[in-house]
């Protein structure tokens, strides 16, 4: 699993996580994020996950991030028109 934390272009604090699908899957995603998530949830506003995942049924009340699959995101951002 690699984990990166970082600042958007709009002021937001991302968590990516990358993980090797054949050897992460949701179960041992979850597992990870639960192990992991005071590390990085304190100030974290998005969190961006490659493939299908199911980390935003773990969101607590008092969290505010939200998790979204990367390659969307990416193809979206990728033919987005130029200004």
Known sequence: MLAITGTDLEGKHCLILWR??????NTALE???TRHRAEFTESLDAIYVNSD??????KQ????????????VFRELMFEEMN
């Open 31 to 33: 597992k990870w994020f």
């Open 53 to 58: 995942h199911t980390l935003n049924a773990l």
């Open 61 to 72: 009340p008092t969290e505010t991030w939200t998790a979204k699959t990367i390659e969307p």
């Open 20 to 25: 090797n699908l054949n050897e992460t899957d």
